[in-house]
């Protein structure tokens, strides 16, 4: 007889819990926000959340335009300037002669400039700032911007990165496009075009590990009195990849100074990271021919890839490193050796999404020095890959993939006259014989449609409006399918938060997303929570062109992980359901479902097939239905290891030479174990097997 046994159902739940980071002997701030509910001063009392001009205990929040022209009456913590949400626009205004503000009460706090939507600091007609460190663009989508047109900026602290990420003792005053944590980061930017510019430490734009970070420094012209990195401590510049140096000539330029304060760290210096930019070119309509020194380093200068943009290299301009000065000519050869940008930077924020039947969508953002793309594919992570098209100039790309139910893995590379550019990294995508339709989450991008459907149980939906919380496929008018069965996996996250958000939600069919659906199964209160998958079989029998998953409009979607809508094309050809084997199993490579279904890959005796109609664990070698129990006690009492909602038929005969015959069908099986109770005539001898279906 085929041994066969349960799959045990486990609830998994993850506790999550909040840390709260502080500095021992400070306390925590008070965030006093600048509404500008009077007006757009600074020091109007009146403009602020609290009535009160902040103190040296508070932070200041600016989300709208704050203008100072006079001296700030105390000294505050820090500045966070744009920091409500994405679409926050922040503005201060530091402008006069009169006009000052010191932002450094505690060593321990930091400014944001960008914080999570576009944030701006302008020093204009002698105003004064003197900021603690900061983070300028601090957030992913942020943008940071610092203008410097006349009056005077310094960074008066530091934070310091350890040797993991760059070598040696180095501490920084300001990072621009970069945070100081652990996260990615915006664009941020700091011009100067006037006025004075100086930090304590060092300056970071990008950063080396992650993205999409992206920095810029702009110097344009003669009128700046001084930029000075490192005026106390060690100053260091660096310029990671895809960031940038712009120098403007007016006649000349003001040099960035790096200071090495002899402090015995070796700190001091500049170093270019493999892709950095350095953009020239002339302004106020100056052009002649000339070398100017544009950076002078006290410390060594280190240049690992900094190499003139293609528009500087086109325009005539040359560059070059000499005794850790970077010098930049034009009509003449700049001492030292730099090499122009000869090949495109790799494109950024690559992403594949199944957009309808066969189709993966891949979308880019513009790669420096670029003039056509090239996309790539593979059937597995890291290649090798296979071009797929070639001499694109738009950045996004629809692939028609040769099969369904597979992943693919694609990169996008420029090209340009010097040839084929730095790789992209890459991104994935599940591809679909159905279209991804529904309500698109205003939440985080993240958060898509497309992750009920990517074969993932790690990625989730989450939509936090109001009402309509759906996603859905659309098979096409052409291509209706009948739902055979639905498959879902829940999120994995606590069974407090998950369970309540999923019960009542609905699987439902329709051939008019305008008209009515037809609800074919509903999420009961008590289902299995991540890893589990829960599966419900589907009675109707109507071909649909829509399907989705709601969920009620006082619960919102946020608690399914994935689903399945199976139709005849998601089981092999023994009747095995295709995620199963999987997603649950992990039993298939290539894509070769049928292969996968036919193995036995515990030694048990049993293939995979076999394992799923008896609801056994294929991976697991002691995982089998069995007898467990026999008596001859008031009868014959048979008992096995069961499924609770398995069918089981107990057969029997008095000779194993013969056929079966059945005593007991459709037996119920329950969690645990299952028995039937028989009877036996005389001392004849009876065999009995236990079949499930």
Do not use: C
């Not at 989300?63 to 922040?90: C, F, H, K, W, Y």
């Not at 140096?245 to 090495?260: A, F, K």
């Not at 050809?573 to 997603?583: F, H, P």
């Not at 894509?591 to 890959?601: H, I």
């Amino acid at each position: 007889m085929m041994k066969i046994s349960m799959t045990k159902h486990s609830t998994q739940a993850v506790a999550l819990g909040a840390l709260l980071f502080g500095v021992a002997g400070s306390a925590l701030a008070d965030e006093v926000t600048f509404n500008g509910t009077v007006s757009t001063d600074f020091t109007d009392t009146n403009n602020w959340s609290t009535l009160a001009y902040p103190t040296s205990a508070d932070y200041a929040v600016i989300n709208t335009t704050a203008e100072l022209t006079n001296a700030a009456p105390n000294n505050i913590m820090a500045l966070r300037i744009a920091q409500a949400d994405s679409d926050s626009v922040g503005v201060f205004n530091v402008r006069g002669t009169n006009a000052s503000i010191s932002v450094n009460s505690s060593s321990n706090w930091d400014t944001h400039i960008g914080r999570k939507g576009h944030g701006t600091l302008n020093i204009l007609e002698g105003g004064q700032a003197y900021i603690n460190f900061a983070e300028i663009g601090r957030e992913p989508g942020s943008t940071g911007i610092v203008n410097v047109v006349d009056g005077y900026l310094r960074f008066t602290r530091g934070s310091k990165y350890d040797s993991t990420e760059y070598a040696g003792d180095v501490s920084f005053s300001v990072h621009v496009g970069a945070n100081d944590h652990t996260g990615d980061a915006g664009y941020g930017e700091i011009n100067v075009s006037g006025g004075s510019f100086v930090t304590r430490f060092g300056v970071e734009f990008g950063h080396p590990t992650r993205t999409p970070n992206q920095g810029k420094f702009s110097v344009q012209g003669t009128n700046a009195v001084e930029i000075t990195i490192g005026d106390t401590n060690d100053g260091y510049w660096m310029q990671n990849t895809n960031s940038i140096l712009e120098i403007g000539i007016d006649g000349g330029v003001t040099p960035i100074n790096i200071l090495e304060n002899g402090d015995g760290t070796g700190a001091g210096g500049a170093h270019f990271a493999n892709g950095s930019i350095l953009d020239v070119g002339f302004i106020n309509g100056y052009s002649e021919n000339g070398t100017w020194a544009v950076m002078n380093s006290e410390g060594t200068m280190v240049n690992l890839g900094l190499a003139l943009s293609d528009e500087a290299v086109a325009e005539g301009w040359d560059a070059g490193i000499e005794d850790n000065t970077l010098y930049v000519s034009y009509g003449e050869d700049a001492p030292g050796d730099l090499e122009p940008l000869t090949t495109p930077l790799a494109p950024s924020s690559v992403t594949a999404m199944p957009s309808s039947n066969y189709t993966v969508t891949v979308t880019w953002e513009e790669a420096y020095g670029a003039e056509t793309y090239t996309v790539q594919r593979s059937t597995e992570s890291g290649g090798p890959y296979t071009e797929v098209a070639s001499g694109l100039t738009d950045l996004s790309y629809n692939d028609v993939v040769p099969a369904v139910d597979s992943r693919y893995y694609y990169t996008v590379y420029g090209v340009n006259a010097m040839g084929d550019g730095t790789v992209s990294s890459e991104d994935d995508a599940y591809a679909l014989d159905a279209a991804v339709i529904g309500v698109s989450s205003p939440y985080n991008d993240s958060y898509t449609i497309y992750n009920l459907f990517d074969n993932d149980t790690s990625t989730h939906y989450d939509d936090t409006v109001a009402t309509d919380h759906w996603g859905g496929l659309d098979y096409g008018s052409a291509n209706k399918k009948q739902i055979l069965e639905v498959a879902y996996v829940l999120r994995n996250y606590s069974e407090s938060k998950v369970l309540p958000y999923a019960s009542n939600t609905m699987f439902q069919a329709s051939n008019n997303t305008n008209g009515t659906w037809t609800t074919l199964h509903t999420i009961p209160a008590d289902v299995s929570t991540a890893p589990t998958w829960n599966s419900v079989e589907v009675s109707d029998g109507t071909a649909y062109q829509y399907v989705r998953v709601i969920t009620p409009d006082d619960q919102k979607n946020k608690a399914i992980a994935e689903v399945k809508f199976l139709t005849a094309d998601d089981y092999t050809t023994n009747g095995t359901a295709k995620y199963w084997l999987e997603l649950v199993h992990g039993l298939v490579t290539d894509g070769d479902y049928e292969a996968a279904d036919v193995e036995d890959v515990d030694d048990d005796g049993f293939a995979a097939w076999e394992e799923y109609v008896a609801g056994t664990d294929p991976n697991d070698v002691d995982d089998f239905l069995e007898v467990t129990q026999l008596t001859t006690t008031n009868g014959v009492v048979i008992t096995w290891a069961s499924v609770e909602g398995k069918t089981y038929n107990v057969l029997t005969n008095t000779s194993l030479s013969y056929g079966e015959a059945g005593v007991a069908a459709a037996v119920t099986g329950k969690d645990g174990s299952t028995s039937y109770t028989g009877t036996v005539s005389g001392a004849s001898t009876v065999f009995y097997t236990i079949g499930v279906e």
